[in-house]
């Protein structure tokens, strides 16, 4: 089952969104500013966030910065005034995934969510991941129970393999040093050890990407980055 943050300083508002999302089978909760948001997103873990730009603390870009710092998973669907163009942009820019403008319907929030959540959760069977796991597209990796698996099939790794990948995925589409994998994976301070990394990478490779769109890509010069296939 899916859940769903829903934030607007509106409480109505609120609780119709909840209304609709749990209609659809969801959980949903709410929150009506921006620090009770963020403090939600940490203990709840939610798939997805419904938020507003304008919050009477903290501003809807605040609020996604905290909740991706220790979430980046989470999928956020801003709501913004009719008229706000650079708020979207702001938003989309920011890490946003989509928006809806108010006046809203009820059922484009639904089709929106709907859609962002099949693209970023990927489950098996229509099952959300487990609470904390990290997933980017069709791959998820549960740090609790210490397995991987993509397109829903299960990779076996070695324990410094999991680490790397675990590592990779808390810092999506970012690129990432020998020095600093080899400090985060390893303890090592970076000097003549960068072949271990370079071969870790290429077990994961031939783990997670044989056969399949490559995930884990090296930037020349610079290092390595994980982003969703496709």
Excluded at 101 to 114: C, D, G, N, Q, Y
Excluded at 158 to 186: D, G, I
Excluded at 188 to 197: I, N, P, S
């Amino acid at each position: 089952m899916y859940r769903i943050l829903v934030v607007d300083d509106e409480p109505d508002l609120v609780e119709v969104v909840c209304g609709a999302l749990r209609y659809e089978g969801w959980e949903a909760r709410g929150a009506t500013d921006g620090t009770a948001a963020v403090a939600a997103a940490a203990e709840w873990r939610p798939h997805a966030v419904v938020l507003d730009v304008m919050l009477p603390d903290l501003d809807g870009l605040e609020v996604l910065r905290r909740i991706h710092d220790g979430a980046p998973e989470v999928r956020v669907l801003f709501l913004t005034a009719r008229d706000a163009v650079e708020d979207r942009i702001a938003g989309i820019s920011a890490g946003g995934d989509d928006y809806v403008t108010k006046p809203f319907s009820l059922a484009e929030v639904v089709v929106r969510l709907r859609g962002l959540l099949r693209r970023a959760f990927p489950a098996p069977n229509g099952a959300a991941p487990p609470p904390g796991a990290l997933v980017l597209g069709d791959l998820v990796l549960d740090p609790a129970a210490r397995e991987v698996a993509r397109a829903g099939q299960p990779v076996e790794l070695s324990p410094t393999e999991f680490a790397l990948l675990h590592h990779l995925m808390q810092h999506p589409r970012r690129v990432l040093s020998k020095a600093q994998l080899l400090e985060a994976v390893w303890s090592y301070d970076f000097g003549g050890q960068a072949h271990v990394v370079e071969l870790y990478i290429s077990y994961l490779r031939k783990k997670l990407d044989a056969g399949r769109t490559p995930m884990i890509h090296t930037v020349r010069g610079a290092g390595y980055l994980i982003k969703a296939a496709g």
